[in-house]
């Protein structure tokens, strides 16, 4: 089992930057998916990120186009989604998801989720 907890959500305006964090709890499993998903309203929730934990392997969403980098820092058990050039298209609920015991592999992980960090996005 994981907990994730997700913050860095902020207010800002269009062709803005903002990180977010998703920290995770410590697991035992030695493969593991973390992925960054992001749910506007009246939209269906949609991937944005996600890597293959200490494989290191990382993959977008075909939209983010170069605008978001994720990273992950080992040290503080934390997967940042560093997003640039901010739209109002970008604005809604970003959330983490992790599944354990295996990589990424083509997948998006749905097995453990954090409560979500807003982002608002305006002109």
């Known amino acids: 089992q994981v907990h994730l907890t997700e913050s860095g959500g902020a207010s800002v305006q269009a062709g803005g930057s903002l990180r977010l964090s998703c920290t995770y709890s410590p697991y035992k499993d030695d493969k593991s998916c973390v992925a960054w998903f992001r749910q506007a309203p009246g939209k269906d929730r949609e991937g944005v990120a996600k890597?293959?934990?200490?494989?290191?392997?990382?993959s977008y969403g075909d939209f983010v186009k170069g605008r978001f980098a994720l990273s992950p820092d080992y040290a503080k058990n934390t997967v940042y989604l560093d997003m640039s050039n901010l739209k109002e298209e970008d604005t809604a609920m970003y959330f983490c998801a992790a599944d354990l015991g295996k990589w990424c592999a083509g997948q998006w992980p749905r097995s453990y989720w954090g409560q979500g960090t807003q982002v608002t996005v305006s002109s």
């Open positions: 890597i293959s934990l200490y494989l290191g392997s990382i």
